[in-house]
């Protein structure tokens, strides 16, 4: 018989890897491993369980309580990937981030040659949200290219451009910085913002346009900025952060995120009554 899925029931790996016993592959093999119970019954399989009724052991002890809400800032450096793990023997961002104390995860991925702001949570769902294509969330970068791009090369990618895996979605762009030598063209520097989480996105984008890029950093992701910081730098994301964060998720417009109810909006001033109050009825002209 089956059963409908309730919406407080959710998969045990997840669940195991939300309360940081294991990554979701890790979980799924020590619950196939037998090493979790459920209501004393040993669990297999693809379980849904209601965290809040359900008692949950791993080896006999107690599933562990939600963890509170850690978000990460990483200056990231060149030359580092975003993985735990790689069979080239690269060096990872958690080599540079080191023991935090509990197990986070990047939202998201930062390409090798690529440097700057990467977030890391030990929340799974705010991870998603963030990299879930729908929410189009905004990442800003600044990239060094060979050329200016010309108007007609920023109208582009505001309208899209025809990649091998489809069209973009419209990107803001503009030139910062533009450098030359003797009349000859040189570089600039130019301001991509995307809302698409696509592998090298922006590296492919200017490249069809003819700017290959020899240097690339990403100044923000979901409007959380680097500015101020060092690479290999890494700081703990404010309470106002995280609830930024969360409103992007949601759907907030970034101009908006992160803000209470009317702030940032003068309250308007009460209209003065004309005549210094209520209005007095004309008096009639008869017998004047």
């Known amino acids: 018989m089956e059963f409908e899925e309730r919406p407080e029931r959710v998969r045990l790996a997840k669940l195991l890897s939300e309360r940081g016993v294991a990554s979701r592959r890790e979980a799924e093999r020590i619950i196939e491993e037998g090493q979790v119970t459920v209501n004393g019954d040993v669990a297999s399989g693809v379980v849904l369980v209601d965290p809040e ?15 509170q ?24 961002v958690f080599d540079v981030l080191g023991d935090v104390g509990m197990k986070v995860e990047p939202v998201g991925r930062l390409d090798f040659d690529t440097e700057g702001a990467l977030l890391l949570t030990n929340d799974g769902d705010l991870a998603n949200a963030l990299t879930h294509p729908k929410n189009r969330i905004p990442k800003r970068y600044l990239a060094k290219v060979y050329r200016v791009p010309d108007d007609r ?69 979901a409007t959380i900025s680097i500015r101020g910081m060092e690479r290999g730098q890494v700081r703990v994301l404010t309470g106002e952060e995280i609830q930024r964060l969360r409103d992007l998720a949601s759907g907030v417009r970034p101009q908006r995120a992160g803000k209470k109810r009317g702030e940032g909006f003068a309250k308007p001033k009460p209209k003065k009554p004309r005549h210094g109050g209520q209005r007095k009825p004309e008096r009639s002209r008869k017998g004047a």
């Open 53 to 67: 009724e359900d008692h949950i052991r791993i080896n006999g002890r107690p599933l562990p309580q939600r963890p």
């Open 153 to 221: 090369d920023l109208k582009a990618m505001e309208t899209g451009i025809f990649l091998e895996d489809g069209k973009t979605a419209p990107a803001k762009a503009r030139v910062i910085e533009q450098t030359s030598t003797e009349g000859k063209p040189g570089n600039a520097w130019v301001e991509v913002t995307v809302t698409e989480g696509r592998n090298r996105l922006v590296r492919r984008m200017l490249g069809k346009l003819g700017h290959p890029v020899s240097k690339l950093r990403r100044e923000s992701f």
């Open 69 to 92: 809400t850690i978000v990460l800032l990483m200056y990231k450096p060149k030359g580092c990937i975003t993985g735990r793990e790689d069979p080239q023997g690269r060096p990872s």
